[in-house]
């Protein structure tokens, strides 16, 4: 399952035509409700996403069994809630359900607590009425697409189930409620992104609810308060990573990458014509050009301050002249860089502080300068689907344990940090619909 939603299906609506004179059967009838049931399950799923929409808690209690031990027993309180297929469920009063499941000693076991829709059809007909009702189900493998998680537990062979100490990291045998999402206005689409292992020589997806969070997942859980129009994976619907063409954007560093074989670069060439972005991390010289960066801002401010005064003009040349020399150095450094990836790539990059109008700069948020991480200016190159970040960008997405960066440093580099998924997401969606004409 690869988004939180499901596409309507493709068919044309029917409705039922009336005339005078009109006689109506049930087939007729059937046609005329099933019309207005279509059409709102169908403006749901385009436009929303499955959820609880108020209510259906869970309380645990623990009452004696048939033997002598205790049985444990979720109660589930009234409350609403959607599926992706757009069907409401209505949970009208309480529900006891035991905890069934059995635990091998020695080993654990995830179950999932779900509630789903029953399909009228399939209920009895009680003179010519049918209300609709709903299902809660113990389930030991994740929640189905027809289905809204209510709460999930890690049992143990002891069974001794409990509430959570602590709520937002809950252990073995506590109730786990992280997972039950609300009804919402969906996303206009899911960013999956991946990160390469040097200790497996693997690509692995990145969730934005990884229980060990890293930089890039602490990027991806902010995209809920920044930029929501992007969703994310979550880690309870992890399934393997197959090949490269699944994810928007992979990324990695430039040591990584100079030890690539190459097989992998080949492997990169063809997921770029998939439409997928890379994003290389460079770090080598990266402090250097940093400094350049910083001189070369300050001593653009310098000559800003001393303005069109006449008798500052000799001091005016002197700081153009500094200027001029650090900008070749820089640009000499620079192209250094570009021209390795424009040898393996093929390509020509650019610095995107040339290009006034690129994406990377204003979509979704506008940037005139770049970001500076503890007083580094970082430096973007991109052609294509190729970025590169000179500079470590990435450290200031999360949290780096010395509580050295400012609140605005992260949230400046978070959000070019989206704009940089945003490109990803929208190159690829633009690729996939040219490949399909």
């Known amino acids: 399952m690869t988004k939180p939603w499901s596409e309507p299906e493709k068919q044309p609506l029917k409705r039922l035509e009336v005339t005078d004179g009109l006689l109506i059967n049930s087939k007729k009838w059937q046609i005329a409700h099933n019309y207005h049931h279509q059409r709102q399950n169908l403006h749901y799923q385009s436009l929303n996403q499955a959820g609880i929409v108020c209510g259906l808690g869970v309380h ?20 609403i809630a959607i599926d992706r297929y757009g069907n409401c ?13 059995q635990v091998i000693p020695g080993e654990s076991l995830l179950v999932y607590f779900v509630i789903s829709y029953k399909d009228p059809s399939q209920l ?37 189930v409990k509430v959570a100490d602590n709520v937002f990291s809950p252990q073995d045998n506590e109730l786990d409620f992280r997972y039950r999402y609300p009804a919402k206005w969906r996303s206009l689409s899911i960013i999956r992104t991946a990160i390469y292992n040097t200790n497996s020589k ?19 859980q902010s995209l809920d308060q920044i930029y929501p129009a992007l ?13 490269l063409s699944e994810c928007d954007l992979i990324s990695l560093n430039d040591q990584q990458f100079q030890n690539f074989q190459q097989q992998q670069i080949d492997d990169i060439k063809k997921y770029l014509k998939t439409g997928g972005v890379i994003l290389i991390e460079h770090s080598t010289k990266a402090k250097e050009i940093g400094q350049f960066m910083q001189i070369k801002q300050e001593l653009q401010q310098d000559i800003i301050n001393i303005g069109e005064e006449v008798e500052l003009n000799d001091d005016r040349e002197i700081l153009l002249d500094e200027l001029k020399q650090i900008t070749d150095r820089l640009e000499s450094i620079i ?23 690129h994406p990377l700069r204003n979509t979704p948020f506008l940037f005139d300068q770049l970001p500076s991480i503890n007083k580094q200016p970082i430096l973007i190159l991109n052609c294509e689907g190729i970025i590169v970040v000179i500079g470590n960008l990435s450290s200031a997405w999360g949290l780096n344990g010395n509580l050295s960066l400012s609140r605005e440093a992260i949230r400046s580099a978070q959000e070019m940090g989206t704009n940089i998924l945003h490109f990803a997401w929208h190159r690829r969606e633009l690729t996939q619909l040219v490949k399909q004409l």
């Open 89 to 101: 469920i209505i949970l009208e009063q309480e529900r006891e359900k035991v905890i069934a499941a």
């Open 231 to 243: 969703g994310t994976l979550k880690i309870s619907n992890k399934s393997s990573l197959n090949s």
């Open 202 to 220: 693997e690509w692995q997806e990145v969730f934005s609810d990884n229980l060990q969070p890293s930089n890039f997942s602490y990027l991806l």
């Open 335 to 357: 192209k250094n860089i570009a021209e390795f990836y424009d040898q393996k790539f093929k390509t020509n990059l650019q610095s995107i502080e040339q290009l006034k109008n």
């Open 60 to 79: 645990l209690f623990k009452k004696t069994g048939t033997r002598t031990e205790y049985e444990f027993v979720l109660k589930f309180q009234p409350g």
């Open 124 to 160: 009895k007909n009680l003179d010519g009425e049918v209300t609709e009702e709903y299902e809660i189900k113990e389930r030991t493998d994740p929640p189905q697409e027809n289905e809204v998680e209510l709460c999930r537990v890690n049992l143990t062979a002891s069974k001794n």
